[in-house]
């Protein structure tokens, strides 16, 4: 027996004669592991999965993956198809968009978070609180600036607190306070963007 992933690349698109076998019937015959009905079945479809899978991805080896990925739990569980929600074609075409929107939505949240890192990279290296207070102007940064965290969540203010006033860093603030670093830089990242907007409304 082939690996499912063999199977699949060693079945040339268009080449497996399955014309007069139902699709219900391919099905069945997958329960007993026929692989040439798994090869019918792929050379039928595949082609349309992959045009569908691309123009929700929009990347060719992407879409190409998620189509073996929905294939493979084909061939793993072909009982999960029930026959009273439409036909295999439509039950098919469902796993394929189902995969295509949760690798963008997957691909979304890692660039958002790489972003999220990168800011909080940056918020480790640089002296906010001079550069707040150089944008206000003396004497009324101090001011301003405990003004503006008083708008904040209380687990942000008090972080941001003992960053500008009691002048911590990020690592001190999580040893005193018996915090994770990374929750101490999520919540400094969350402050320092409310901050700013509260500090605009300030500044007009």
């Not at 691909?107 to 001079?130: F, I, K, M, N, P």
Request: charged share 30%; net charge neutral.
């Amino acid at each position: 027996m082939y690996g499912t992933a063999t199977l699949i690349r060693s079945t040339p698109l268009g080449t497996i004669d399955v014309s007069q076998t139902g699709d219900r019937d391919l099905l069945q015959r997958l329960l007993t592991r026929d692989e040439e009905a798994f090869r019918g079945l792929f050379s039928r479809y595949a082609p349309t999965a992959k045009a569908l899978a691309l123009r929700v991805v929009r990347q060719q080896h992407l879409a190409e993956e998620i189509v073996q990925e929905a294939f493979m739990a084909v061939w793993r569980n072909p009982a999960a198809y029930e026959e009273q929600r439409g036909s295999v074609k439509t039950w098919l075409m469902g796993m394929v968009h189902h995969r295509a929107v949760d690798a963008v939505r997957r691909e979304e949240s890692q660039r958002r978070r790489a972003e999220a890192e990168g800011a909080v990279a940056t918020l480790e290296t640089e002296d906010h609180a001079e550069a707040v207070a150089t944008e206000l102007g003396a004497p009324q940064e101090r001011a301003a600036i405990r003004a503006a965290l008083n708008t904040l969540p209380e687990a942000q203010r008090a972080v941001l607190e003992m960053m500008y006033f009691d002048g911590l860093s990020q690592s001190e603030i999580a040893e005193r306070n018996g915090l994770p670093l990374g929750t101490v830089k999520s919540r400094t990242l969350l402050g320092m963007r409310r901050l700013r907007v509260a500090l605009e409304g300030i500044e007009r």
